[in-house]
């Protein structure tokens, strides 16, 4: 079985015990690269049966054949073509054919000839003036433009301002090269259509002007259905698999947005996924997506391979993974540390990290579906990073941005815990994702006399925050609960622990969980509501033991099974008939090697499962 194999059998299974939040990495390499440079790098992919995105211009290819047999080549091998613009921008594009057929199309304002090809300048729809409401003057001496007042284009350069519009003419006006820009004298700018071809304008003095930049010029429904169709018609010529993934060029153009993508790529070219700058997705799980176009904002740069060494790229991709993200690194082939040949070695130690800590490497249309699809969420599992959890073995868990005391090995639990000797922070997470929205449960264990803590929940989406007190005053571990609610509409959260009150020498806290209440099974009279925590598995991952918890609120018997990732039983522990308690089951995996179990918990007149993953 392949390894591409059995990460889609992982993904089968996950669907038979309910979705799980594990997120994964993508990667993508944008613009026409060499084809030798697709070449090597698609051999490191390959080497490990994984997949990258690749964003091209097409229009630039259309005579390079061996170009173009290598687009098949790497589709063939699983990797996905992405549609980059035909041109690498959103408001035109280069034809080599007879323009004819685009003179009636409704999205096209306008197409500029010439003798080996032409140019399709495409409609905007609007243009939004009040995002700089202010109106300034310049004078038009020719070819260019000169502000009459100090420093009025000396935002030029970093890219605040990109076009002017001049409403007595109802001209959009490209901002070129800057002659001179200060802030203290006039400055002189080139200028060029909204399209960036040449212009010349008659002299005139105090002309307005607004300030303009790529967000607030919206470009036509019907324009950006002439753009998609151009890239499906070099697909068509070539015999080459249209893409179903738009990618946003950077440069001087209109931003799209996602519902831009959504209403024109989505509804009538049938593209499932998308990257846009302007407004991007968050890459969580069960991300706020009141409008269902979150799946066309999956923006990359969450690290950037190529100029990160392999340390900080593996601290990055760890930490958001335990914080139910999906990372997307960024990648042109250019400016690489070290060269090209590093690359390609830091590379393949990614990818054996990866694969080796059984982290999917998925494609932009799997991460989509991942995340904004219509799979089942397990809705009660627990989200809370795992404080055991050290994957890329850095000394600090996964997903904690601070840890305060000591972190130690505790006999009885069998797993991490922190030792708080004073008062203050104990740990913050920020950006946690993966909410379960409504009624959690957030609990861990803890030991300690006459001790008190306070939970805070930040709300940035809302600039809400909620906090909550917790007691705790017992010689040994006791289970300590309290109901936190997450709003529908909040994607993540920032959460951080303090110790406000120690009357001991020091407190003992592990195994920190934060779950959806389920109230959907409801007992008779004298028995209570079935919770989510009712069974769970910790420290998870873990290496070797592992505890197997469950509570019975009456007499039943009770199998335990555990199954590895093919769907093949490996232990069966019946236990017989217990009664109502609280019960606590320990089990060894020294001879198993590294990877995900199942564990089905058979209550009797109900089953549980989680999932589990053994890390060596």
Not at 74 to 84: A, K, P, V, Y
Not at 251 to 272: A, F, K, Q
Not at 327 to 344: C, M, P, R, T, V
Not at 583 to 603: M, P
């Amino acid at each position: 079985m392949t390894l591409r194999n059995l990460f889609l059998s992982l993904f089968i299974i996950i669907q038979l015990f309910g979705q799980n939040k594990l997120g994964g990495v993508v990667f993508r390499v944008d613009d026409n690269q060499p084809v030798n440079y697709w070449e090597e790098f698609s051999q490191i992919f390959n080497k490990y049966d994984a997949h990258f995105n690749f964003a091209l211009n097409v229009t630039y290819l259309r005579a390079d054949i061996n170009y173009i047999a290598e687009i098949k080549n790497l589709q063939t091998s699983g990797h996905e073509f992405c549609d980059h613009t035909p041109c690498h921008a959103t408001h035109w594009f280069y034809i080599y054919r007879d323009p004819a057929p685009f003179f009636s199309k409704i999205g096209v304002d306008n197409i500029k000839q010439y003798s080996t090809y032409s140019k399709i300048n495409l409609k905007y729809a609007s243009i939004d003036t009040t995002v700089f409401p202010e109106t300034y003057y310049l004078n038009i001496e020719s070819k260019f433009l000169t502000s009459t007042f100090n420093g009025g284009f000396k935002d030029v350069k970093s890219g605040v301002i990109t076009y002017l519009w001049l409403p007595t003419k109802q001209l959009v006006l490209t901002v070129g090269k800057t002659l001179n820009a200060n802030s203290f004298d006039s400055d002189t700018i080139y200028y060029s259509n909204f399209w960036g071809d040449t212009l010349v304008l008659n002299n005139e003095q105090n002309v307005p002007f607004k300030i303009l930049n790529r967000k607030v010029i919206k470009m036509q429904p019907d324009a950006l259905d002439v753009l998609a169709e151009e890239t499906k018609y070099f697909c068509d010529q070539n015999l080459i698999i249209p893409p179903k993934v738009f990618i946003h060029p950077g440069g001087i153009h209109p931003l799209l947005t996602r519902s831009d993508i959504s209403n024109s790529y989505g509804s009538d070219e049938d593209y499932i996924a998308g990257s846009v700058e302007n407004d991007p997705s968050l890459k969580c799980f069960n991300e706020y997506d009141p409008k269902d176009d979150k799946r066309f904002g999956i923006e990359w740069g969450d690290f950037g391979d190529n100029v990160s060494t392999f340390k900080v790229a593996k601290t990055i991709i760890t930490d958001r993974l335990a914080k139910h993200y999906i990372s997307i690194n960024e990648s042109h082939f250019n400016n690489l540390l070290g060269g090209w040949e590093a690359y390609l070695s830091r590379t393949d130690s990614m990818l054996f990290f990866l694969n080796s800590n059984n982290i999917p490497i998925l494609k932009y249309s799997e991460a989509a579906e991942l995340l904004y699809g219509n799979k089942k969420m397990e809705s009660f599992e627990n989200y809370f990073p795992d404080l055991n959890s050290d994957i890329d073995e850095n000394g600090r868990s996964d997903g904690y941005d601070s840890v305060s005391g000591q972190i130690l090995i505790d006999s009885t639990l069998k797993a991490k815990v922190i030792k708080i000797s004073s008062l203050g922070n104990v740990f913050t997470i920020n950006n946690l994702g993966g909410l379960e929205k409504g009624s959690n449960t957030f609990s861990f264990w803890a030991s300690g006399k006459s001790a008190q803590f306070k939970i805070s929940l930040e709300f940035p989406e809302t600039k809400q925050v909620v906090s909550k007190l917790i007691t705790v005053d017992a010689d040994g571990w006791v289970n300590l609960k309290n109901q936190l609610v997450i709003p529908e509409t909040i994607s993540f959260l920032n959460i951080k622990l303090d110790c406000i009150n120690l009357s001991g020498s020091f407190a003992l806290l592990g195994d920190f969980r934060m779950v959806k209440v389920n109230t959907t099974r409801i007992l008779n009279d004298q028995e209570e509501v079935y919770c989510n925590d009712k069974s769970y598995c910790f420290p998870n991952p873990f290496n070797p033991f592992v505890n197997i918890t469950f509570n019975i609120l009456k007499s039943e018997n009770i199998i335990i099974k555990i199954y590895d990732l093919l769907g093949k039983l490996i232990i069966e522990r019946k236990l017989g008939e217990l009664n109502f308690g609280h019960y606590n089951e320990l089990f060894d995996f020294n001879n198993y090697k590294s990877g995900l179990y199942f564990v089905e918990i058979n209550l009797g007149f109900q089953k549980q499962y989680h999932k589990i993953l053994l890390l060596k």
